[in-house]
């Protein structure tokens, strides 16, 4: 399970429970490219055994028999009953569609699921302040212009409205920076406002950087942003539309 931090609190994540291994790995690969910890179980009981250490902060569970089943010892248990659940199912029943209007869990999605809907079902379930904009965890080289030594790094975490800059050596909040950034083959400069800034000194437990905001962006460099980001979340979805084999 996921590590603790500086105050020894185990670190939030997301639970992923599907007893076929091609759908649990895809969305275990991309929730993490969302930037989620993530564990996996095969079965209802492994995935109780998990959330009795620590409960996750929500559940993506396929929607057969092994999601009923956990739904239902959930229910039961008042520690993990406010846990939201996402099912996920090929072909769903009446009975699912009816339990969802019903509130009975967060959201039902039928595959192949789709990256946005399944962004946003994610941040409604785990965030108090759900994200307009697909986050996505990348590794490109990058470079800022006129800071000097501290001008190379890396962005670690990119969206079509901001990224989040790795470097040993970042600039104060509020400072507007011009940064150069390659994604495949195509180069491209854009202008960005420090929105949070962490340097090791100050927070060891945090990656050193920051987090920035476009402010200034070319329309096409924008759009060719989202359509990367869409093209390789897509690759990890789950496509098949009949149900998981027991």
């Given at each position: 399970?996921?590590?603790?931090?500086?105050?020894?609190?185990?670190?939030?994540?997301?639970?992923?429970?599907?007893?076929?291994?091609?759908?649990?790995?895809?969305?275990?690969?991309?929730?993490?490219?969302?930037?989620?910890?993530?564990?996996?179980?095969?079965?209802?009981?492994?995935?109780?055994?998990?959330?009795?250490?620590?409960?996750?902060?929500?559940?993506?569970?396929?929607?057969?028999?092994?999601?009923?089943?956990?739904?239902?010892?959930?229910?039961?248990?008042?520690?993990?009953?406010?846990?939201?659940?996402?099912?996920?199912?090929?072909?769903?029943?009446?009975?699912?569609?009816?339990?969802?209007?019903?509130?009975?869990?967060?959201?039902?999605?039928?595959?192949?699921?789709?990256?946005e809907e399944f962004y946003r079902v994610i941040q409604a379930a785990m965030e108090k302040t759900p994200r307009r904009n697909i986050r996505f965890?990348?590794?490109?080289?990058?470079?800022?212009?006129?800071?000097?030594?501290?001008?190379?790094?890396?962005?670690?975490?990119?969206?079509?409205?901001?990224?989040?800059?790795?470097?040993?050596?970042?600039?104060?909040?509020?400072?507007?920076?011009?940064?150069?950034?390659?994604?495949?083959?195509?180069?491209?400069?854009?202008?960005?406002?420090?929105?949070?800034?962490?340097?090791?000194?100050?927070s060891p437990f945090k990656e050193p950087g920051m987090g920035m905001k476009f402010v200034k962006i070319g329309p096409?460099?924008?759009?060719?942003?989202?359509?990367?980001?869409?093209?390789?979340?897509?690759?990890?979805?789950?496509?098949?539309?009949?149900?998981?084999?027991?």
């Amino acid at each position: 399970m996921n590590g603790s931090g500086a105050a020894g609190k185990i670190k939030r994540y997301i639970l992923v429970v599907d007893d076929n291994v091609d759908d649990r790995f895809g969305i275990s690969m991309v929730l993490q490219q969302f930037d989620y910890a993530v564990c996996t179980a095969n079965s209802a009981g492994e995935a109780l055994e998990f959330m009795l250490v620590a409960p996750p902060a929500a559940i993506v569970s396929e929607g057969g028999p092994i999601g009923t089943t956990l739904i239902s010892r959930l229910k039961k248990d008042p520690r993990l009953s406010d846990v939201p659940v996402v099912f996920v199912a090929g072909s769903p029943s009446a009975d699912l569609e009816a339990r969802t209007r019903r509130g009975e869990f967060a959201a039902f999605l039928k595959k192949p699921l789709n990256v946005e809907e399944f962004y946003r079902v994610i941040q409604a379930a785990m965030e108090k302040t759900p994200r307009r904009n697909i986050r996505f965890a990348v590794f490109l080289k990058a470079t800022i212009e006129n800071v000097g030594e501290g001008g190379e790094g890396y962005v670690t975490v990119l969206s079509e409205s901001g990224m989040f800059y790795k470097t040993l050596d970042p600039q104060a909040r509020n400072a507007r920076l011009t940064v150069n950034l390659e994604i495949n083959d195509r180069r491209m400069q854009v202008e960005a406002s420090v929105v949070s800034s962490y340097s090791f000194e100050e927070s060891p437990f945090k990656e050193p950087g920051m987090g920035m905001k476009f402010v200034k962006i070319g329309p096409d460099d924008q759009a060719y942003i989202k359509a990367f980001i869409h093209e390789q979340l897509e690759k990890g979805m789950p496509k098949r539309n009949d149900p998981s084999p027991s």
